[in-house]
């Protein structure tokens, strides 16, 4: 794939600041840096560059741009600290009522980041067993200010609090691609929920629980696919999944994820990513588990950065037209797209994501 130079300034600085290291300065003399910002505002992978900006050495770049881009990871160091004290009154509000939660994604992924508050931080993702589900729901909905309708089938609702922070209650973490991939993942929700299979970020004075490595490897990873397939993934995601792999590299069971992997069918997409991840984002291959240095996954992974790169963060660099139908039109070349890297799953995922499609319009208009 031929990138310009402002993208391959792009991902010299985005290495740097992902990994703390020097970025080469011959990449990153004749750039646009204000171009270089707007590709990691696309991406939410603004911190990170920032970050790798400190890390440049020899290359001069204009006062004014570092003030700007240095000036939006202020910016999100705020957010975040304004994210940590919501997520503690959340939590504190929710222990208090007997509800139980897991935190999923966001801010406690982040915590696998040299700079935690230097990541795009987002919504905030509660995992819940099925009565804690219901309980957060009677806690919850009567302090929000907006609710979004119910997908009752696997058990999803988001919420808009106080101050616009969303809050989204997750009874399942289900992929929507395929029967057999959303099998694994609930087993792997039940070790958390039943078998006590957490960790735990301490917030401030509050203790948050988050999955164990081994299962909140599983989540990320099939939340990249359900985005890439069906909405558009962005690099922060990646990035994301990249961290936590990094952070626990020395006790993720490896025979465990491969044996979880080939029972979701998912072992080309998770090569595929892995090639991405090393190629691309400078991920070590001693923390990169079942990588493969196989050609064929590389020339994949090149694709999927292509796509990466043109639909920026949860796809919003496409203005989808036409409603349901645009909707619907745009996903199905999404998924004929993709079958150029997957080509059996983009047709199993794409005829079970139109049929679960219908059923979840039939079963939530009840």
Same mark, same amino acid.
């Given at each position: ?19 703390e290291q020097e970025a080469r300065p011959s990449m990153l003399e004749t750039i646009d840096i204000k171009d270089v ?16 900006l400190e890390h440049m050495k020899e290359v001069r770049v204009p006062k004014e741009d570092v003030l700007q881009i ?11 600290? &304004?994210?940590?004290?919501? #997520? &503690?009154?959340?939590?504190? #509000?929710?222990? /208090? ?24 931080? +987002? ?16 806690? $919850? ?13 696997? =058990? ?7 101050? *616009? ?13 395929? =029967? ?14 039943? +078998? ?8 401030? /004075? ?5 999955? /164990? ?42 025979k465990l994820l491969e044996k979880r992997l080939r029972k979701a069918g998912l072992m080309s997409e998770w090569r595929?990513? @892995? @090639?991405? @991840? ?8 001693? &923390? ?11 020339? =994949? ?10 639909? *920026? ?21 999404? !998924? ?11 047709? /199993? !995922?794409?005829?079970? !994501? ?7 319009? $039939?079963?939530?208009?009840?």
């Amino acid at each position: 794939m031929n990138l310009t130079s402002n993208q391959q300034a792009f991902f010299e600085l985005l290495r740097a600041g992902l990994w703390e290291q020097e970025a080469r300065p011959s990449m990153l003399e004749t750039i646009d840096i204000k171009d270089v910002c707007r590709i990691a505002e696309e991406q939410s992978v603004v911190g990170l560059v920032a970050a790798g900006l400190e890390h440049m050495k020899e290359v001069r770049v204009p006062k004014e741009d570092v003030l700007q881009i240095v000036g939006q990871a202020l910016q999100l160091e705020e957010r975040n600290k &304004a994210m940590n004290a919501f #997520l &503690a009154e959340l939590i504190e #509000l929710l222990r /208090k009522k007997d509800v139980y939660v897991i935190l999923v994604k966001g801010q406690g992924i982040a915590q696998c980041y040299e700079r935690p508050q230097w990541r795009a931080c +987002g919504d905030v993702d509660l995992l819940l067993s099925g009565s804690n589900y219901e309980k957060a729901k009677k806690v $919850l909905v009567p302090q929000a200010v907006d609710v979004e309708n119910e997908y009752k089938t696997f =058990k999803h609702l988001g919420l808009t609090m106080q101050g *616009g922070v969303v809050v989204e209650l997750h009874g399942t973490l289900h992929s929507r691609l395929s =029967k057999r991939v959303d099998k694994v993942i609930d087993d792997a929700q039940n070790n958390v929920f039943y +078998g006590g299979c957490v960790r735990s970020w301490k917030n401030g /004075k509050t203790t948050v629980f988050l999955p /164990k490595p081994d299962d909140d490897v599983l989540f990320v990873f099939t939340h990249i696919l359900h985005h890439y397939y069906i909405e558009g993934v962005g690099l922060r995601q990646i990035c994301d999944w990249c961290r936590l792999l990094w952070t626990y590299r020395f006790e993720i069971d490896v025979k465990l994820l491969e044996k979880r992997l080939r029972k979701a069918g998912l072992m080309s997409e998770w090569r595929a990513f @892995a @090639a991405l @991840a090393v190629d691309w984002l400078g991920m070590p291959v001693v &923390a990169m588990p079942l990588y493969s240095s196989d050609k064929k996954w590389s020339r =994949k992974a090149n694709r999927i950065i292509a796509f990466v790169l043109e639909c *920026g963060n949860f796809g919003h660099n496409r203005q989808v037209t036409g409603g349901k139908i645009g909707s619907v039109w745009s996903k199905t070349r999404d !998924f004929a797209r993709h079958a150029l890297v997957f080509p059996i799953d983009s047709i /199993k !995922f794409f005829w079970h !994501f139109l049929w679960n499609g219908i059923g979840l319009a $039939l079963t939530n208009n009840k």
